[in-house]
């Protein structure tokens, strides 16, 4: 495995190198941006800088994020630790390269820092031992080797090292974090949705938090375009109007938007989780008896070459 995915190869010296460098850096000087239009986060972000591109920043995402489930499931804690979490992984890097920084160990601070944000206090010993498990789970021998005191307090300190870089990079604003919880429920409860509708909502709110969705849209609008897609996908009514939407401040344009976005990432969710489809049925070839020859016509007196039937053997299409 490369450098970059070893978080032990990766001396402590570079993460304080890093936490120097953005301490003197502009960006932490000025009020901190966290919302991005779909052009900055495509094409302008830290990675794509080094030479990363889309699909692969993609493919890393999906990876911290698939990690922190793990870990937050481990740890028993709640799902809105694991959310804030994974949001506060995708604004380090909009402002940090994945080619300078584990996301294993970005994101095992990460956690540590939600706990804290949201006052869930979860001991830094239990979330560095179940880090490392998860990391090294292809190693048999790696739960016994992460209570041995050098491996443990080397570790730590890769935490405690990305911890300062993080809260450096977000100039000490990380920790405020709006999820879009609190407006899915309040949204929920004033359109009387039903069990079902709310269920589907929950569900996609929880999807939406690995995507991007929370780096272009705010809590709220995204909690209301959540409601009305469940309820596009339940065939349910909601609201005692028709454009119940506006009660929420989210304008009709900016509902379409994001609902746009949001039908853009399930195709492409569906799309990645569709099996391979079946390979074409094989053709039976009928080895019939060869007729006897004949003698060889002259082409001036037999068809032409051109004017024979040509017999297609395309397959059919399997769309």
């Known amino acids: 495995m490369g450098e970059e995915q070893h978080p032990r190869k990766r ?40 030479g990363i591109d889309l699909a692969k920043e993609s493919f890393l995402r999906s990876s911290y994020c698939n990690f922190l489930q793990r870990l937050g499931m481990k740890l028993n804690v709640s799902q809105v630790i694991i959310g804030c979490a994974m949001v506060m992984c995708h ?17 095992t601070a990460s956690l540590f820092l939600a706990c804290k944000a949201e006052d869930e206090p979860c001991q830094l010993s239990s979330i560095v031992v179940a880090s490392y498990e998860i990391i090294y789970e292809w190693d048999p021998s790696a739960s016994i080797r992460i209570h041995q005191t050098e491996f443990y307090h080397e570790f730590k300190e890769f935490i405690l090292a990305g911890e300062r870089l993080l809260l450096d990079t977000s100039a000490f604003q990380l920790l405020d974090v709006e999820l879009p919880y609190k407006p899915l429920a309040a949204a929920l409860n004033r359109v009387n949705a039903w069990p079902d509708l709310a269920t589907a909502a929950w569900n996609f709110v929880h999807d939406w938090l690995r995507t991007t969705l929370c780096l272009q849209y705010k809590p709220h609008v995204i909690a209301t375009a959540t409601v009305h897609l469940a309820s596009t996908f339940q065939n349910a009514k909601v609201g005692s109007r028709r454009d119940w939407w506006l009660d929420f401040g989210v304008t009709t344009k900016l509902l379409k938007e994001v609902i746009q976005e949001m039908c853009m990432l399930i195709e492409v969710e569906r799309r990645r989780t569709m099996p391979p489809p079946p390979p074409p049925p094989r053709r039976e070839v009928a080895w019939a008896i060869p007729a006897p020859l004949k003698p060889p016509v002259h082409m001036a007196r037999g068809n032409t070459f051109h004017s024979y039937p040509l017999q297609s053997y395309r397959q059919p299409g399997i769309w």
């Open 91 to 107: 604004r380090f890097y909009m402002r940090q390269s994945h080619a300078k920084n584990d996301w294993r160990t970005i994101a």
């Open 11 to 50: 001396s402590r010296q570079h993460f304080e190198a890093e936490e120097a460098r953005h301490l003197k850096s502009p960006q932490c000087e000025t009020t901190a941006k966290w919302y991005y239009s779909k052009e900055e986060i495509e094409r302008f972000s830290p990675s794509r800088k080094d």
